[in-house]
Nanobody
Framework: QVYLRESGGGLVQPGSSLRLSCHAI????????MDWYRQVPGLERELVAT???????NYADSVKGRFAISRDNARRMVYLQMNDLRPEDTAVYYC?????????WGQGTQVTVPS
């Protein structure tokens, strides 16, 4: 059974930083590209960042230069370092991977940046 468990969200002031963590259980982690998505109520889930098996990364334009995705294959962890947080970053953040059975999602972690 594959589980993804996020942690690290919270309520922070604009300009602050947070680091989200995702622990993957039940998969050969190093073989999978990993993603962070976010979702605001009433809107579609948005891809924020992706890191490949080899460690190359891609970002949504809205977070480029502020967010950094990384992975630790030995610990089966993926991280999202979020700097200079803005009110528009407020969302539930989800860890994601796709395997042969389909999409796998964590339960999400809330990030709130008040205006």
């Amino acid at each position: 059974q594959v589980y993804l468990r996020e942690s690290g969200g919270g309520l922070v002031q604009p300009g602050s930083s947070l680091r989200l963590s995702c622990h993957a259980i039940g998969i050969n982690f190093k073989l999978f590209s990993m993603d962070w998505y976010r979702q605001v109520p009433g809107l579609e889930r948005e891809l924020v960042a992706t890191i490949s098996e080899s460690g190359s990364s891609n970002y949504a334009d809205s977070v480029k230069g502020r967010f950094a995705i990384s992975r630790d294959n030995a610990r089966r962890m993926v991280y999202l370092q979020m700097n200079d947080l803005r009110p528009e970053d407020t969302a539930v953040y989800y860890c994601h991977l796709k395997d042969r059975s389909g999409d796998r999602w964590g339960q999400g972690t809330q990030v709130t940046v008040p205006s």
